[in-house]
């Protein structure tokens, strides 16, 4: 079952935003700061929110969209930010599902599209999305911190 995060449900999701970060190799992972960024994130938020997968009471995925805008199209846009599955669930479709519902609810709150990057070494992801019926994108991904 797919369900928003809340206040409620947040500290379900927070050791598996650490593992999804550890699986990034973020240098200076933070609970704290973790809790408090995260929990801007609701099913109201214009901005975006999160949304968790539970299978008998144990949560095994979370993704989180943020909405922004797209000049060349022109219009706005979902970005799937994270989409993180605890290992023994990947394979399984709780990935597949969480991304479908994404979709979903980005179309309906007036997105034109989905887009979201991966590592090109994240190979249970770049399955997942090969598998599914989307368009690789051929753009590179730049950073530029400060």
Not at 48 to 53: A, V
Not at 57 to 66: D, E, R
Not at 117 to 141: C, G, H, I
Request: net charge neutral; charged share 20%.
């Amino acid at each position: 079952m797919i369900e928003f995060v809340t206040k409620e449900n947040l500290d379900e999701i927070l050791p598996l935003i650490r593992q999804y970060q550890e699986f990034y190799k973020v240098a200076d992972i933070s609970d704290s700061r973790n809790r408090e960024f995260f929990s801007q994130f609701g099913e109201s938020n214009p901005s975006g929110c999160q949304f968790l997968f539970r299978e008998e009471g144990k949560v095994l995925g979370f993704a989180t969209v943020y909405f922004t805008h797209n000049s060349t199209l022109p219009a706005r846009v979902g970005v799937l930010n994270d989409l993180f599955c605890v290992a023994d669930s990947r394979g399984k479709g709780v990935g597949r599902q969480l991304v479908e519902h994404c979709r979903s609810y980005v179309m309906a709150n007036g997105a034109a599209r989905l887009q979201w990057v991966t590592a090109p070494d994240n190979e249970p992801a770049n399955r997942l999305y090969q598998s599914m019926n989307t368009q690789k994108s051929s753009w590179y991904f730049y950073t530029y911190n400060g």
